[in-house]
Every structure is written in structure tokens, then in C-alpha cells.
């Protein structure tokens, strides 16, 4: 455990931060917390230190490919690899219930395509057994979908990137067009946040397939978390919603793979359209007003 390397993606606040302070306290050696903002960064490992805890600290902007691959050559030069790669970084809609193209591509930027550019630079140099954990969302299971070509073309046990690709830009081209079709998800507020994190869902899948050296890679729901995302509206803290992305980093027996948890650290099946665990705005909207109210 000592000589474990692990990062977190946007970790200055928020359940980042959570996650590096339950990995310091679990003895992992090297955990970095990462930020795109360097002061940000900076006071947030001050915080931790104020605490015994001892993390490193790292500038990562996750959808600047440079930013990812100077921090890759960084880790391969300071400790010859990676063990743990928390992808937590995300964003929500700055609209809750209204869908724009201009904040679609953002959100789809960040909680999508950057996983993509972290596989490019961040797997060359993954150990082999390391565990690679996407922080997903009620919002990233298959039940947040209806429209069933897409729901049959994403669960296909050969799922392919160019699928996840092209159902990411699907969205992107209705939304742009004026043609999105309510009847063709669950719900419609947080539209692209919810397409973001199935898309992320299903790369776990594809990432899986193609990974091996016995390399992990899981995607999780860390539950309705008290955080600035949520205008700190939610039903776990920060340190309660660490512990499931944890349990993955260290805990789980190696040979789960490609699977999709919640934050009660429960597998749930992704590809059941009948768990109808997608993510029901109404909840989110009425703890929202319980926090306006205060
Ligand atoms: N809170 C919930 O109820 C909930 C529920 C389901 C899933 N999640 C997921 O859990 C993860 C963490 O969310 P949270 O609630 O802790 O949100 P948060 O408090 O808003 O924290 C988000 C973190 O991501 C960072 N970030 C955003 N864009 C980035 C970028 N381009 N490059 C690098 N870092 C970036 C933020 O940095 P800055 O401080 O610089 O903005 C911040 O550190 C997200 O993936 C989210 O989708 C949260």
C-alpha cells in the first residue's frame, strides 16, 4: 500500500477532496490531489495537511490534453507508473431544466471527452492490476434512456468507442438542430449531464474490453452528495460518498471488472432498463428547496 500511487481528478473540493482524504488515511503512498486551478489546488492540500494527512499535489485541467500529458510524463519520471485513477472531475448543466447546445458540448467536454484524452496519456503508463474508477451518476445508468436503438446499440457485449461516440454526438446534433424528442429519455432536466455520464458508463465497457494486463476499470453512482454541484442540496456528505470509490481503489477483489456500482458500494446491473435507477430530477428539486429555505 505504501508504494501506491494514486490521482484524483478535480479533487480540490467537493467528493475529490473526500476521496484523497480517505485514501491518505488508508495509508495509500502517494496520492495526488489534483486541480485545474493551481491556487484552488494548493489550499486544498494546505487544508488536508492541517489535518496529518500528507498528499502531493498536481495541476491536471482535464480537457487540456497537454495539462494530462505532462502530468503522465511527470508520474512515469517521479515513480515509473500509476496504480489508481480516480476520474472524478465533472460538471453539471448551469441550467438545470433547460438544454443549450453551447452548455451541452461543455459538460460533454468535461465529463466525456476528457476521459478519453486521460486514456490516451494515463493508461500507457497504468501497472499492470491497477484499478481505474469513473465516477458516474444515477444520471449514467441505461434507465435514464427510452429510445431503444440506442439503449440496444450502448448494453451490445461487443460495444465498441465509435458507439459511445456516436450516440454522444446524436445528442449534440439534436440539440443543435432544435430535434431533441423528450419520448426518447426518462426524464429531460439535466439532459446532457444524464447523456455525459451514460456515455461514461458505456466507455467503462469499451475501456474494459480492450485493457487488459489485468487492469480494472469501474464506473459508480456516488450517491446525492452535498457538494457545490448541487448547490450542497443532498443526502451524504463528503466523507460518506468517499468510501464507495475507495472500496473499488483498494478493497474489491481484483477480478471485478467493467461494472457498475452504487454508493452503497452494491453492484447494479448497467444494462437493465427495468432497474429504473435513473436519476428522478423532482428528488433533486425538492432538496434544492429545503437548502434555498435555510
Ligand atoms: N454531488 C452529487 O450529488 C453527485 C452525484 C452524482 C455524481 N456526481 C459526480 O461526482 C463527481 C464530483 O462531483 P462533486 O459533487 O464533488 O462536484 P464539485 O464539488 O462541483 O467538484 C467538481 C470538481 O471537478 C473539478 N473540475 C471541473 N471541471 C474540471 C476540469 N475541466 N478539469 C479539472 N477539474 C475540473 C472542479 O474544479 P474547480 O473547483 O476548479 O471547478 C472540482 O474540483 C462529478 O463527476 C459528478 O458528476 C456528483
Sequence with gaps: MAEKVAVVTGSNKGIGYGIVRELCKRGVGYVYLTARDVKRGKEAVESLKK???KPLFHQL?????NSVKSFAAYLKEKHGGLDILINNAGLITANFTETTYE?????????YYSILTLQQFMFPILRDNARVINVSSDCGHISN?????????LTKEDIKLEDVNAFVN?????????????NDFAETPLLAYRISKVALCALTRVQQNQVGRGISINSLHPGF???NMTKTAGFLTVEEASQAPVYLALDIDQSVKGKYFW???????????????HCVYTVFENSLKGVNQN
Excluded: A
Excluded at 452548455?103 to 465529463?111: E, K, L, R
Excluded at 434512456?145 to 446499440?153: G, M, Q, S
Design 103 to 111: 452548455d451541452s458540448v461543455q459538460v460533454i467536454n468535461v465529463n
Design 263 to 277: 454508493f452503497d458500494k452494491t453492484e447494479k446491473e448497467w444494462t437493465d432498463t427495468n432497474l429504473k435507477l
Design 225 to 227: 452528495v452535498k457538494t
Design 61 to 65: 485541467e482535464v480537457t487540456d490534453k
Design 170 to 182: 446524436w445528442f449534440l446534433d439534436s440539440v443543435k438542430k432544435g430535434t431533441v424528442n423528450e
Design 51 to 53: 489535518e496529518g494527512f
Design 145 to 153: 434512456l427510452k429510445n431503444v436503438y440506442w439503449i440496444d446499440r
